[in-house]
C-alpha cells in the first residue's frame, strides 16, 4: 500500500509538472505568486490521473475522457466552461489532499489484486501509457504547447506509477558501432592520384 511519504513525493512530483505550465495556464503570472506548485494541486492531479485508471479498468475511460479538461481546470482552481456562477469545487488541503490520494491509490492496488492475474503490473504500465496520452491531449486543449503537455502528462504518469512501484523504463543507451562496421558505412576515400600519373 501506499505510504505516506510515497504520496506526499508524487503530490509534489505532480505539482511541480504542473508549476512549469504556469506560463501557459496562466500568463503574466509572475514566480511565487499563485502557482500550482502546493500539496494540494499536485494532489488534485494525481486524483484526475487515478480517477483515469479506475475508470480504464471499469469501463467507462470514455466518459473519464471527456471530462478530464474540466477535471484539471478544477484541480487548478481555473474557471470551467459552462459553470460560471455554480459554487467552485472546494479541493482538500494539507494531509486531507493526500489521504484522498492515498485511498484512492489502494482501491485500485484492491481491485487489482481481486484480479489474481499473474500480469497485474503490465495491466497496470499499459493503464498508464493510456491515462498519459488522454492527459496530454487534455492539456493540449488548454492551450499548452504539445512539447509542454507531453512532458507534464508524462511526469504525471511517473508519480502515479510511483504509488505502485512502477518506474518508468530508462531510455536506450547508445552505443557505438563496432570498427569494423562503422568503416563499412564510411564512404570509401577518394583514389590517391600521385600514384596513378604515369611520367
Known amino acids: 500500500m501506499p505510504t505516506d511519504h510515497a504520496c506526499q513525493s508524487a503530490a509534489e512530483s505532480a505539482a511541480q509538472a504542473l508549476d512549469s505550465l504556469r506560463p501557459f495556464l496562466q ?13 494540494a494541486t499536485g494532489a488534485a492531479a494525481l486524483l484526475v490521473v487515478l480517477a483515469g485508471l479506475q475508470a480504464d479498468r471499469s469501463g467507462e475511460l470514455t466518459l473519464w475522457h471527456v471530462r478530464i479538461g474540466d ?8 474557471p470551467v466552461a459552462g459553470a460560471e456562477g455554480l459554487r467552485p ?14 485511498h484512492k491509490a489502494r482501491e485500485l492496488l484492491t481491485d487489482l489484486a481481486g484480479d489474481g492475474r499473474p500480469d497485474r ?13 488522454a492527459c ?45 562496421a562503422a568503416q563499412a558505412t564510411a564512404s570509401p576515400l577518394p583514389p590517391d592520384w600521385t600514384t596513378c600519373i604515369l611520367f
Open 71 to 78: 477535471q484539471f481546470h478544477e484541480a487548478l482552481g481555473l
Open 27 to 39: 500568463p503574466g503570472s509572475p514566480r511565487g505568486a499563485d502557482g500550482f506548485d502546493d500539496w
Open 121 to 133: 503490473p503490465v495491466e497496470l504500465s499499459r493503464q498508464l501509457d493510456l491515462v498519459e496520452d
Open 136 to 180: 496530454a491531449g487534455a492539456l493540449r486543449r488548454m492551450a499548452v504547447p504539445p512539447e509542454a503537455a507531453v512532458r507534464c502528462a508524462a511526469a504525471f504518469a511517473e508519480a502515479a506509477g510511483s504509488l505502485f512501484g512502477l518506474h518508468p523504463a530508462p531510455p536506450p543507451r547508445y552505443t557505438p558501432p563496432p570498427p569494423a
Open 89 to 102: 469545487v472546494l479541493r482538500s488541503r494539507g494531509w486531507d489532499a493526500l489521504a484522498a490520494v492515498q
